[in-house]
């Protein structure tokens, strides 16, 4: 008996009900509608599965930690992750994938092959998901909505993982340090902490990622890029979380709330690492002098006193920094930029800090010393104080065994060592 198959493609099937479905793709033949929001779909089953985002049904439970599926194709791929099922072999990397699908998609880590592009920006993707969800910029088509606080989102996956900061929930959880996240992904990034694997590499400059979205964004650094622009005072970001952040600036939105000081934020990662202020919580661990941070960036930007590493440079006086923000605000040196203004006094600065210590001549606001009564009027003056009380000296010399409570006198000191011997 003839196999049936698609004369267009070429593809087989064994029954030919299967073919009768398949060849839809082909002719574009839509017959099944979801009456919710018009969505046509070739068969049944998938706008069976897609009215289940509208009434938010997930008939698949997992019995071994309880979550929940629409469909019985992601249930099953979930639970390999509790068998540690993973079938599929990459021949290249010999990293295993729980399914067909997931193998060839990670192929193309490898081939570079991006076989879906947008007709609108020429942009080019391996996934077709990422494709869908890529288009709904251009579109705007925002379909998915929390009911909880009326924020929109293009895919449903974000409404889930969204939901989760009203919920709390955190399902995925690191059996190496027991944090936990309330998204894969997240869950797969910080994994990477502990592994050291930085599978994306720069081939302009060599440097590696843990993270796929963290490679793109850098290799705007490279280009120039900056595809998203404000649409209110036109600056342009090469990230759309940071325009995101950055438009909070025009709307003063401050979201996210500290429940222990009343302190908010306008970025959940900023709330996140001031809220181990009130936990004691440093979870970041320098390898080299064994110092603890609250937060991933202070152990990166730290570990550049070890190494002297100052990949800030200034094109206009060759000057180099270690940190982002310090490179940043002494640009507008050279340009007089002062984007930080008093709303009482209307004086300018070059930097949101000294902002925030001058509005304290108004406030008359001062940090205050338990142990000797002593005010301050800035975070740092304060924190070096406290230095004379705790007895710390963080800042070591390499070349000798002279510590010391602040940076300046460290490089005070250094000179001793710099210094030329004097001619004979």
Known sequence: MKTPHCDICGKSFSISNNLKRHMKIHTGEKLY???LCDKT?????????????????RPYSCDLCGKTFSHSGNFKVHCKIHTEENPYSCDICHKTLSSGNSLKVHRRIHTGEKPYSCDLCDKTFSHANSFTIHRRIHTGERRYSCDLCGKTFSHANYLTIHHRIHTGEKPFSCDLCDQTFSSVSNFNVHHRIHTGEKPYSCDLCDKTFSHANSFTIHRRTHTGEKPYSCDLCDKTFSSGNSLTVHRRIHTGERRYSCDLCGKTFSRYSSFTV?????????PYSCDLCHKTFSSGNSLTVHRRVHTGEKPYSCDLCDKTFSHAISFTIHRRTHTGEKPYSCDLCDKAFSSGNSLTVHRRIHTGEKRYCTLCGKTFSSCSGFTIHSRIHTGEKPYSCDLCDYSCKTSGHLKS????????TPKQ
Do not use: M, P, Y
């Not at 000191?413 to 030329?420: A, D, G, P, T, W």
């Open 413 to 420: 000191h250094l000179r001793v060592h710099n210094r030329k």
């Open 33 to 35: 509608s979801c009456d």
């Open 41 to 57: 779909f070739s068969q049944a089953a998938n706008a069976k599965v897609h009215r289940r985002i509208h009434t938010r049904e």
């Open 274 to 282: 001031h809220s181990r202020i009130h936990t004691g919580e440093k």
